[in-house]
């Protein structure tokens, strides 16, 4: 805030002094002066950490989709490169690390770290007992998404190539 350019309304007296030293009336007619707001800082720390907290949730929904599209995907590029070093390389590693463990550990990280997003996003600022909770039944409750998608895209599948059989 600018420094106060102000005359007392009685006596016309310049304010600026009795201001800095702290009077509430003016020092030559002692009429009590308009109290005076504390200055608000311009940059607020509100602003920034809302700003902040706003590019936070915009990465963490990137994140999710990233996550949610990438783990069916990541769990067949692996069980595929694993079947394939399995071919390739008679290990005594695929006999306690077969590849379906392999895929299942693959998709649980991907489901977990999708869970971990939404938890971010739907429950916020939280614990990290909260996070850690949510991530898992947020992660969870992703596998029945999938399971809807994968049943409502063979509905749609088979319901094309019943409508592809009729008019063919
Ligand atoms: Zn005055």
Sequence with gaps: MDPVLE????????????????????????????????????????ANDAEAKARERKGMR??????????????????????????????????FFPTG???????????????????????GTATRADLVAGSILYGFCMIFVYIAIGVVGCSIGSAAVAIYRIFK
């Design 101 to 123: 463990l392999q895929v299942f550990l693959t998709v649980c990280a991907g489901l977990l770290a999708t869970g971990y997003c939404l938890a971010k996003l739907r429950v």
């Design 7 to 46: 005359s007392c309304g009685n006596c016309q007296q310049d304010l600026a002094a009795d201001r800095t030293i702290g009077l509430t009336y003016c020092s030559r007619c002692g009429t009590t002066l308009p109290s005076i707001e504390p200055p608000v800082e311009d940059d607020d720390p509100g």
């Design 62 to 95: 990137i994140c999710f989709w990233v996550l949610f599209l990438g783990t069916p995907g990541a769990g067949l590029l692996v069980g595929l490169v694993s079947n394939w070093l399995g071919g390739v390389m008679p290990s005594a590693i695929f006999h």
